[in-house]
């Protein structure tokens, strides 16, 4: 097997190695070459199974169009691919530089997080994917700082995927502190730094789309999020980008029906943790009936009341509202009501959003407001959580879970409060709690 250093001087090629799909017509000719004769494998943009035609990057069907020329629609976004192209896979047999220490931690894991790292190794060592269902809190994070060493001690690479960017965003920093040797990479659409091959990468679900047979072990987390949750053309990539020997991680405070129902088979080993670092349990949300609708009066009374308690002791929130034009205008009034309170208000759509979360996180506001974009994957400490509207049907029970985890995260502010607040009680917010209960007896065991 030919091996690869990850030191070239021609071209920087390590913007192409790594498992990339690559469109022929998008390398220079030397370049093409070189990939070639170091294991590169040239295939055509298509393929067809059972009389229909599919795109070798996406693996998505590919519609016939009433034009002269066919293209998939489906992975249009990472650039045009016609059924005539040609693709490049380049080379993955990489040799990284080996090192004396990986990681750099000095953190200490509870017992409940010891046993899962040893069921997470135990599952590496025997090539068997592997799902880690840890309540929120529970630092997933910190349990895979082992098993990415022992992928690094084989010399081997890793993925670290998410559908958010927002969760992408805030492991990197923490990624490259305990592996400060080893090369670690951060890319999603947003990315100002173009790819390059890393040992380590950080990414969104969506660039997997572009590899192929590229990693030795693929961790995804928030596996049930949107927008992977119920996306046949990610599920596809996220297999399509693991090795043939490699495994893949599942992490998720929710994990989907799809996923417990592979652990029964016995296709998916598990690990469960059912309480957090700290030892705490999960915040139960205080539930409160609004007589009247949230804007009443601008805004409710009762909220109003709440609000000014907050601001009068200095104390950090989180608003959290089911659709952008409802926040919008709850902070229009909020800016007339309260002129001497900090926030910012953030969204999908929100171009400044990762600028307005740093802000947040900084304590240069007191408070933010946010759709469900920032129902998980992001840490705050000492701060109460408020749902408005619980009862509306972008607040499923997974994601009013995952709003409920973003209190309590911290040993110095485990009693966070949680507020949901609604104009009917449903079955959405009884199951949350309900489940939340759940979790914390089965803690106690």
């Known amino acids: 097997m030919l091996l690869l250093y990850v030191v070239f001087s021609m071209d920087n090629l390590d913007e192409y190695l790594g ?30 199974k059972n009389d229909k035609l599919f795109c070798r990057r996406c693996l998505m069907v590919i519609e016939k169009l009433p034009i002269d020329f066919q293209y998939c629609r489906s992975c249009i976004n990472l650039g045009k691919i016609q059924i005539s192209d040609e693709l490049l896979i380049t080379p993955t047999d990489i040799r990284y530089p080996r090192q004396e220490d990986y990681l750099v931690w000095d953190g200490q894991l509870t017992a409940n997080q010891s046993k899962g790292v040893r069921e997470l190794i135990l599952a590496f060592q025997q090539h068997q994917n592997h799902l880690v269902w840890a309540v929120t809190g529970a630092g997933k994070t910190e349990m895979i700082f082992p098993l990415i060493e022992q992928v690094l001690l084989k010399g081997q690479r890793i993925a670290i995927c998410s559908p958010r960017v927002d969760v992408c965003i805030e492991l990197f920093p923490r990624i490259q502190k305990v592996f400060p040797k080893t090369t670690v990479g951060l890319f999603h659409g947003r990315s100002e730094e173009p790819y390059h091959l890393t040992q380590i990468m950080l990414a969104t679900v969506h660039q997997l789309i572009r590899f192929e047979k590229a990693f030795d072990v693929l961790v995804v987390d928030e596996v049930d999020s949107y927008p992977l949750a119920g996306n046949l053309m990610l599920r596809k990539a996220i297999q399509k980008a693991k090795k043939d ?60 009341l709440l609000i000014a308690r907050l601001i009068k002791n200095k104390q950090r929130f989180m608003l959290f509202f089911p659709q952008i034009p409802a926040m919008k205008q709850f902070a229009k009034q909020l800016k007339k009501l309260y002129p001497l309170l900090t926030f910012v208000d953030v969204s999908s759509k929100d171009e400044q959003r990762l600028e307005k979360v740093q802000q947040f996180r900084e304590q240069k506001v007191q408070a933010i407001l946010t759709t469900t974009i920032l129902e998980r994957g992001v840490t705050f400490k000492k701060i109460m959580v408020i749902v408005l509207d619980a009862q509306a049907k972008e607040f499923s029970k997974t994601a009013l879970i995952q709003i409920a985890g973003r209190a309590g995260r911290g040993k110095d502010s485990f009693d966070d409060e949680v507020h949901f607040f609604y104009q009917v009680y449903n079955q959405q917010i009884r199951k949350a709690c309900d489940e939340i209960r759940y979790l914390n007896q089965q803690a106690k065991k």
């Open 19 to 48: 498992g990339r799909i690559i469109k022929i017509t998008d390398l220079k000719p030397e370049t093409l070459l070189y990939l070639k004769d170091h294991g590169g494998e040239v295939v055509t943009a298509t393929f067809k």
């Open 245 to 304: 020997t490699g495994i893949i991680v599942y992490l998720s405070a929710t994990p989907p029906k799809e996923l417990l129902k592979q652990v029964k088979q016995h296709k998916l080993s598990i690990t469960r943790l059912y309480q957090r670092f700290h030892g705490h349990p999960l915040p139960e949300p205080h539930c409160h009936l609004l007589l009247k609708p949230t804007q009443f009066l601008k805004i409710n009374p009762r909220l109003r």
